[in-house]
């Protein structure tokens, strides 16, 4: 659609967003602007903002690890804390590793390692159909294929014990804590993006079983996880045959988990 020129009465949109509670105000209401296409679609979007949406969800796309990735609605949107997650699992990586990003929501994770490790081989898998419908337009023209299934189960069987590097940032927010999410999440994220059963680790335990299988020896696994489940998780990872390492980032406010398969 062509769009019209109009002209936005900017400090006003500032306000209302403000008042809304968007902490960045100023920066949601010239993205907002921007993905208008007339005066019409403007104060459509900043109404939707206005009553809760997530901005992400809104524009289409979120702003990951410096790319933009496409972002359907009731898809979770890549937190900036999970740059920790894709450092480090970038930093254990030998070179042209076979990798599979896991929970993969949008691909976030590999759309920015494809770029950062030229993988010999790179997947992605989700259980959620809309998640994955969004991986594969992200990773679809890398040439990327994205599975739809419960962790490994969808995956080429050939790869069994041959993967060096599995990514992923699995739910792990306590059942209980769920409600307790900030609304955006609670409300337009899937609730299974969100909650890792009773103690929020219950995911992250056949993960870590499915990788002992998944990965070759000396390959390893790399996991998102709150501060406060690290040595819970690492227990886990011990007992699964992995030797876990904890890297965290204070200023991201984030904490991953590296495990290697011994061999
Ligand atoms: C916290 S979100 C993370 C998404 C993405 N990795 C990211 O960082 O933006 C967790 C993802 O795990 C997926 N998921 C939950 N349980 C799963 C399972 N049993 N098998 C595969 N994916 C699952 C959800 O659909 C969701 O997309």
Redesign the pocket.
């Known amino acids: 659609m062509a769009s019209t020129l109009f002209f936005p009465d900017r400090p006003a949109l500032v306000r209302r967003l403000r008042a809304a509670g968007c902490v960045f105000a100023e920066d949601e209401a010239e993205l907002l602007i921007a993905a208008a296409d007339s005066a019409e679609e403007l104060t459509d979007l900043v109404d939707r903002r206005v009553a809760g949406l997530p901005l992400e969800h809104l524009l289409g796309w979120a702003e990951f690890c410096g790319l933009r990735v496409a972002v359907d609605p009731g ?5 900036g804390r ?1 740059a920790l ?1 894709v450092a480090a699992a970038a930093a254990v990586a030998g070179p042209a590793p076979a990798v599979l ?6 691909g ?2 590999a759309l920015v390692l494809h770029g950062r490790l030229a993988p010999r081989w790179l997947a992605a ?4 159909p809309a ?1 994955v419908a969004c991986a594969r337009r992200n990773l679809a023209p890398l040439g990327v294929p994205v599975y739809q ?3 490994f189960a969808p995956l080429p069987v050939r790869w069994r014990g041959r993967l060096d590097l599995v990514v ?5 927010v306590p059942s209980g804590a769920v409600a307790m999410l900030p609304a955006e999440a609670r409300l337009y994220e ?1 609730p ?3 909650d890792g059963g009773a103690d929020g680790l219950a ?1 992250l335990r ?1 993960v870590a079983a499915g990788a002992a299988e998944w990965l070759a020896p000396g390959g390893h696994l790399a996991v ?1 996880v709150s501060a406060n489940q690290a040595t819970a998780l690492c227990g886990i990872l011990t007992d699964a045959g992995l030797d876990p390492f904890v890297v965290h980032d204070d200023e991201l406010e984030a904490t991953a988990v590296t495990a290697r398969l011994p061999g």
């Open positions: 898809v979770f949107v890549p937190r999970t997650l990003d896991l929970c993969c929501g949008s976030a994770a898998a989700d259980l959620d998640a299934g419960d962790l992923a940032n699995a739910p792990y899937a299974v993006a969100l995911v056949r998102e």
